[in-house]
């Protein structure tokens, strides 16, 4: 990556410039950074960390320390270019209000961002600017395009389908390629009374535990970045990359990038991995196509982003034009063994503990889970799953998760209702399956192989041999498929039938 026009304080005499990250924790292809820069005559470079986003009750310990540990990336980056992070505690808009008049901020820059409680707070930090007369910029930097201009190409009405979305973006063409990355900044200038403020422990923000999901992914850019150049180095891989052929029971390595928290937070450029992923299948001559290849899955990102932006209450059933009205049970008990692990069924337990003690688990996992929760066995709302993903997952994203979810209970974008997930002949499929559920069951350690994705098939004197008795050192399965299935079927055939869904989402 090349330089920008590198900026020191002498040669402007623009503005004071704060630049409010929040995703977009990087400083390679940063529309927001250069946008803040430009003739700038200081940089004041800020996070804010809000309580409502924070706190172990909200988000779990992976995902905290994943961001911190981005932080402390990003202060770095900054302080290799004569910079530094700004961190700051508490109401971001009663903070920035604070900074800014302290500061005589003259600008105020910060990448859109679509998600409604950004919405809301955006709006308040806009009128801010308004207030104090500071010049605002606010441009994109978390997609491909902008949602907006995506939706406006769509002439009124956006695309949900892959399909139609591709063409849809062939239309607006190739994506913008990377900005370069600015090799100096302007200093910060004096902090006052912030100046107290640093990037406090996993233990100041109320995490006891130990986040084990940082050992398979390093925060930050540089992270991201080789993690990045690890895959595209190889062009024949990512040739080769057909998603629906990876293995969800590989954990180490996994079979898929694992970049999904950088691009959560930012730490990637969607631009630079798309960019990346073309320039290696060139390299590579033939290559896997959309929706299967690695640039597919990026579009995936596009599509589910695009939509969540101009859809009303994408992460809910109620009130969401494009989501299927189904007649969930409520069952917390069944919730409650679900999120825990615990439901009998190892493939679906091993998978839910990976989550709880990493953080992430694959895509394939992520889909058994799913339809296991909702339209496969438990008929729970697939908003109750978004919700244990929302806390757990490090790279928990509001439209990716709730597009997904809706998808795998067939509540919008997938309607093939009876394609149903065994929890049990899914798992077989995999060679890797049993040590996958040995690893996060040591409970199931001792059960043979021939038991091990069904243990309630051993006989009493099997389990004790098996050194795992059914009921006390694991649990029965807490659902008949077989029935369940069927009798899922019924009812969503039924919901089907009724046919109560909104229209597609207009732009706006
Ligand atoms: C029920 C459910 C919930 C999900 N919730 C989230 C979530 O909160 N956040 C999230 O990032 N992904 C979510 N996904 C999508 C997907 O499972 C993850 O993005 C992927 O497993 C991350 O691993 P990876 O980075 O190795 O993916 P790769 O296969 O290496 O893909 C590269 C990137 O493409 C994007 N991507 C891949 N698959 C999808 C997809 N299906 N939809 C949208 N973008 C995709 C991600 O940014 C990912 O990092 C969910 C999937 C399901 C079935």
């Known amino acids: 990556m090349g330089s920008s026009s590198a900026s020191s304080p002498a040669a402007h005499s623009g ?50 320390a994943f961001l911190l540990e981005s932080l402390r990336a990003l202060d770095a980056g900054l302080k290799e ?4 992070l700004i961190v700051l505690r508490g109401e971001p808009l009663a903070e920035l209000e604070r900074v800014m008049m302290q500061w005589r901020i003259g600008r105020l820059v910060f990448e859109a961002d679509t998600e409604p409680y950004a919405r809301v707070r955006d709006a308040g930090a806009a009128e801010l600017a308004r207030r104090l007369g500071a010049e605002l910029k606010t441009p994109g930097g978390h997609t491909l395009y902008d949602p907006g201009v995506l939706a406006e190409a769509a002439g009124g009405t956006l695309p949900l389908s892959y399909g139609s979305f591709l063409k849809l973006v062939a239309k607006v063409g190739e994506p913008p390629a990377p900005l370069p990355t600015p090799e100096r900044l302007p200093p910060v200038g004096d902090l006052g009374e912030a100046e107290r403020s640093g990037i406090p422990t996993l233990v100041e923000l109320g995490h006891q535990e130990k986040a084990a999901g940082l050992a398979f992914v390093t925060p930050g850019e540089q992270g991201a970045l080789a993690t990045l150049s690890a895959w595209t180095s190889v062009p024949a891989r990512v040739a080769a990359f057909e998603k629906p052929a990876t293995d969800p029971s590989a954990y180490a390595p996994a079979a898929t990038t694992r970049l999904s928290a950088h691009m959560k937070f930012g730490s990637l450029s969607a631009r630079t991995f798309y960019h990346a992923l073309r320039e290696a299948e060139r390299a590579a001559g033939a290559y896997s196509q959309p929706p299967t290849s690695l640039a597919g899955q990026l579009l995936w990102r596009e599509m589910f982003t695009t939509i969540g932006a101009v859809t009303p209450n994408y992460d809910r059933m109620v009130g969401n034009p494009v989501c299927r009205q189904i007649d969930w049970d409520d069952t917390p008990a069944l919730l409650a063994a679900w999120t825990e692990g615990h439901t ?23 889909h058994s889970v ?11 709302s697939w908003e109750a799953g978004q919700g244990v993903f929302d806390r757990l997952l490090i790279d928990a994203d509001w439209s990716l998760n709730a597009a997904n979810w809706m998808w795998l209970s067939a509540s919008a974008f997938f309607t093939a209702i009876d394609r149903i997930y065994s929890p049990v002949a899914f798992a077989k499929k995999y060679a890797g399956a049993r040590s996958y559920v040995r690893h996060y069951l040591p409970e199931l350690a001792g059960v043979p192989d021939a038991f091990l994705l069904e243990p309630w098939t051993m006989t009493a004197a099997q389990q004790r041999q098996a050194g795992c008795v059914l ?20 009812r969503m055939r039924a919901a089907y039938a009724r046919g109560r869904k909104g229209e597609s989402p207009a732009s706006g």
């Open 15 to 64: 503005p004071a410039s704060l630049l409010w990250f929040r995703k977009g924790l990087r400083l390679h292809d940063n529309p927001a950074l250069h946008a803040a820069l430009e003739g700038a005559v200081a940089l004041y470079p800020v996070f804010v960390l809000d309580p409502t986003l924070l706190g172990p009750a909200r988000v779990g310990v992976n995902r905290t």
């Open 81 to 84: 270019r004569g910079s530094r």
């Open 344 to 366: 009998g069924y190892p493939w679906i337990d091993a998978a839910m503990r990976q989550l709880n003690t990493e953080g992430w688990m694959h895509h394939l996992a992520r």
């Open 370 to 380: 799913a339809c296991f929760l909702t339209r496969g066995d438990l008929w729970q």
């Open 471 to 490: 009921g006390r050192d694991y649990p029965l399965p807490i659902v008949d498929h077989a029935p369940a299935r069927e009798r899922n079927l019924s």
